[in-house]
């Protein structure tokens, strides 16, 4: 049984499709980020980065006591090891989905959350912050859509790991307003994937399903939530106030 800490936003889907993918058992740990449930000093034991996914698998292959991880492509990492899928075991397959993995962790997902920050939560008025993220958002998307016109997955002819962390964020970027008319080696790989039943299942559960609060295209929070998300609350968890 895998305890899955759980907020409805692309970086938790990532792990709910891979637990869909491996046919793991789960249950799902829902956390309100915006009502500041990630903040209590009980979840910064399980991810002292007080952020939303972790696993903690109380059942690990090697035996021992239960195993917590946190960061999504740590989660991703783990799950494929243990189950033996969705990442090779050596060589340049391997290499390419471990290329990728890294490049959504460290790249695409976070200028795409600054992207969303800016356009989406931020006052108005933030015209420099919002090109910069916007245009490398851009950037990094053209680099996703000319690797799919040569290949029907990320790290190669083979579904990963890697396409499990990218694909979430399609829904991210249609609520910051862009389509994929212009990318349609990425439309035609999203719908690819869509179509798995692992992820049809993951979309559909009613537990892992993202609340309209979540989704908007602005967002006005109250000051309570402003401070949960950006604010002294969000500071103060990892200090230990
Ligand atoms: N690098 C982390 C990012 C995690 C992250 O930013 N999680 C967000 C939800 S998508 C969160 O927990 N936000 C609540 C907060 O920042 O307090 C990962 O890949 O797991």
């Given amino acids: 049984m895998i305890d899955l800490h759980y907020s409805a936003t692309p970086n938790g889907q990532k792990i709910a499709i891979m637990l869909e993918e491996i046919g793991a058992s789960y249950r799902v740990i829902p956390y309100d980020i915006f009502d500041g449930d990630q903040l209590t000093a009980e979840f910064g034991r399980i991810n002292p980065n007080h952020k939303l996914p ?10 021992g006591g239960p195993v917590t991880v946190f960061e999504s492509g740590a989660i991703l990492q783990y799950l494929a090891e243990k189950s033996g899928r969705f990442l090779p075991a050596l060589g340049a397959a391997r290499a390419a989905t471990l290329s990728w993995l890294t490049w959504q962790v460290a790249g695409l997902g976070p200028m795409g959350g600054q992207a969303s920050h800016f356009l989406r939560y ?53 609520v910051m307003g862009m389509g994929l008319d212009d990318w349609p080696a990425m439309h035609a790989w999203f719908e690819r994937i869509r179509e798995r039943p ?33 604010g002294d609350a969000n500071h103060a968890a990892v200090r230990g106030d």
């Fill in 122 to 174: 931020a006052p108005a008025g933030q015209d420099y912050a919002t090109a910069r993220y916007t245009k490398e958002l851009n950037r990094l998307l053209t680099v996703l859509e000319r690797r799919l016109e040569k290949s029907a997955y990320i790290a190669g002819d083979d579904y990963s790991i890697a396409d499990m962390a990218i694909w979430p964020g399609r829904a991210s970027a249609f």
């Fill in 198 to 230: 692992a992820v049809e299942r993951a979309m559909a559960r009613d537990d892992l399903k993202a609340p309209a609060k979540y989704v908007g295209r602005h967002q006005t929070l109250d000051e309570k939530e402003w401070s949960n998300m950006f």
């Fill in 54 to 63: 972790a696993i903690v698998d109380q059942d690990p292959a090697e035996g």
